[in-house]
């Protein structure tokens, strides 16, 4: 079964992606390209 994971950069996006289903969710603090630094991986290990 495929699973949804989910990248977002605000707690709303998040908590938005986990009400939705997401399998996963990671919470980025930037979304320039290449200093996408994780802060936390919310839903299902690291």
């Given at each position: 079964m495929p699973k949804l994971e989910v990248c977002c950069y605000s707690?709303?996006?998040a908590?938005?992606?986990?009400q939705a289903g997401?399998?996963?969710i990671e919470l980025l603090c930037s979304q320039r390209r290449g200093v996408d630094?994780?802060?936390w991986n919310?839903?299902?290990g690291a």
């Open positions: 707690a709303e996006c908590i938005a992606a986990e997401a399998d996963r630094a994780q802060l919310i839903a299902g």
